[in-house]
């Protein structure tokens, strides 16, 4: 099973920016979908957004129009550009892809 590596979290002043990658253990060119979930303090897990083999992409609305997600299979990473970021994006953001979870990023937005 592909391993997940997650990174780029940090703190960020509204309005700023971050992008979050996701690194894979293995080629990530088989892998049909994979994406993003977030996960606020005493909140549910909560969709972001996910790219598909082809190259379709799913985005949540609360995040569309502000987040971008790509892939890149030669690096074997996913990436989560993130713009125009909010306190409620505050969250602990996770991707995932092959029935595999990484371990987590943490994403602070507050001034």
């Known amino acids: 099973q592909v391993q997940l590596v997650e990174s780029g979290g940090g703190l960020v002043q509204p309005g700023g920016s971050l992008r979050l990658s996701c690194a894979a253990s293995?080629?990530?060119?088989?892998?049909?979908?994979m994406g993003w979930y977030r996960q606020a303090p005493g909140k549910q897990r909560e969709y972001v957004a996910s790219?598909?083999?082809?190259?379709?992409?799913n985005y949540a609305d609360s995040v569309k129009g502000r987040f971008t997600i790509s892939r890149n299979n030669a690096e074997n990473t996913v990436y989560l550009q993130m713009n125009s970021l909010k306190p409620e994006d505050t969250a602990v953001y996770s991707c995932?892809?092959?029935?595999?979870w990484g371990q987590g990023t943490q994403v602070i937005v507050s001034s």
């Open positions: 995932f892809g092959d029935s595999a």
């Open positions: 293995r080629s990530i060119s088989s892998i049909y979908r």
């Open positions: 790219i598909i083999r082809d190259g379709r992409i």
